[in-house]
């Protein structure tokens, strides 16, 4: 293998690596509550999502609905989550409480805090340095949420 595509592969996973250390430590974002990654990141999308049900949330989050379906639950405990009914009986809409909208805006505030270089390296790429990026981060994307697919599929056949 190519001794520059073996760093890079090195690189992103140490990305990936103390991207998990730190997704596993839950953060107090100005509530009293620690919320771990799944959960901030939950709130975060509800935020930017209003009125949104269970079903585009688990589809926005690429995650499944009963996954989706067990954080709502324990958002709902803190209190920082509400269900809200829509036109349609079977299905409601997720909104943040006044207590989730402190999470959301700590997680905003806690965002443009750790990303500020990423707004810098940004400004100096040019737009095809951006397009690879993009591409990049798009292929890399697509193939997780095949692999997360495929050992779904795995677990169920085993089970």
Known sequence: MNSELQLLIDQFLKILHLY??????????????LLYFTEIHTITTVGKNREINMTHLAEKMGVTRGA????IRKLESKNLVFKSNSNNKKEF??????KGQIAYKGQMSFQREIFTFAETLYEKGT?????????????????????????????????
């Open 68 to 71: 989706i379906s067990q954080t």
């Open 20 to 33: 998990s250390v730190i997704s596993r430590k839950p953060v107090d974002y100005g509530t009293g509550d």
């Open 127 to 159: 737009v095809q340095n951006r397009e690879l990026v993009k591409g990049l981060f798009e292929a890399i994307i697509h193939n997780m949420q095949e692999r997360v697919k495929a050992m779904e599929a795995n677990k169920k056949v085993k089970s």
């Open 93 to 98: 809409n997720l909104k943040l409480s006044e």
